[in-house]
């Protein structure tokens, strides 16, 4: 808190206990506070105390019981921190200080270790940010290879894209989306805002804004390709992409891994991660949809 480093204090009083850093929202401002420093256990409800959801600092006889088989310096570098671990702790478990750990292993911050990562090879917080995003990012990009989509919730028809006959789902339908193109997706409650005939295609490409090949990305439709006017296409075809469902897909040369002719539907859903609704997303098949 404000005016509290390098202020003089008296203990009012001690206790051995197990103290918790947690990230919560501000019931107040609806801001989200990290890694607040300390709460006891009896400053938390029954739900709140999950070891799963919070930090909690090892004592010295847990540490110490993972430690003792090290005697140097040089052994201990091959230790692999464990959530909950401290320096100080370490420093408590071994013949080595604060100040020996720091500067033999070069760790910036000895307030600061981070779990699965050997004492010789700890990130500085700058590279764990870094890495935590290109791991968040990846994910993403697993989830069918979507990659950074962009909502357009303009719901405007490509030219040419003719309303399907008889469809499964009916414009207004409800539907649960079975497939996760992106996060909050799959599982999601939806509601169907258009339906189309056309062939659907799941194409592989380079990005013109020079990111990440994506491959396997579902769906781009035959009235979203420039050659469209040729027909349909066949699996191993190069095409010009028109869509622009993700960043550096407008433009992009691409190869049509598979193609299906379908119907397919443009929805309006709620995530499941609690984000704002998302209207006029495209595009699903029947497939990917349930009820």
């Not at 035959?222 to 006017?229: A, C, W």
Request: proline share 2%; no cysteine; hydrophobic share 30%.
């Amino acid at each position: 808190m404000p005016g509290m480093q390098g202020a003089t204090a008296t203990i009012d009083s001690a206790e051995d206990t197990t103290v918790y850093m947690v990230t919560y929202t501000d019931t107040e401002t609806d801001d989200t506070v990290e890694n607040h420093k300390w709460l006891t256990e009896e400053e938390l409800g029954e739900e709140e105390q999950d070891s799963s959801q919070f930090w909690r600092a090892r004592t010295v006889e847990e540490v110490q019981a993972d430690v003792s088989q090290y005697d140097t310096l040089e052994e201990l570098q091959n230790y692999e921190v464990v959530g909950g671990d401290t320096l100080w702790a370490i420093s408590q478990s071994t013949n080595f200080s604060v100040d020996d750990l720091t500067e033999a292993f070069n760790i910036k911050n000895a307030d600061l270790i981070f779990a699965n990562y050997t004492l010789e090879n700890q990130p500085s917080l700058e590279d764990s940010y870094e890495n935590q995003i290109i791991s968040e990012s990846k994910k993403t990009r697993d989830m069918d290879n979507m990659g950074d989509m962009k909502h357009d919730e303009s719901g405007e028809i490509t030219e040419g894209l003719e309303g399907a006959e008889n469809p499964m789902y009916e414009v207004g339908e409800s539907v649960i989306l079975k497939h996760g193109h992106m996060p909050g997706m799959e599982g999601a409650e939806a509601t169907v805002s258009g339906v189309f005939a056309t062939t659907a295609y799941e194409v592989s490409f380079n990005p013109t804004n020079g990111g990440e090949r994506e491959e396997n990305h579902r769906w781009v439709i035959h009235e979203e390709i420039s050659e469209s006017t040729k027909g349909a296409f066949e699996p191993g075809e190069e095409v010009t992409l028109e869509a622009n469902h993700m960043e550096g897909m407008e433009g992009a040369t691409a190869i049509i891994d598979d193609a299906v002719t379908t119907n397919v539907y443009m929805v309006d859903y709620q995530p499941t991660d609690g984000g704002a609704v998302v209207r006029n997303h495209k595009w699903f098949v029947e497939e990917e949809l349930a009820q």
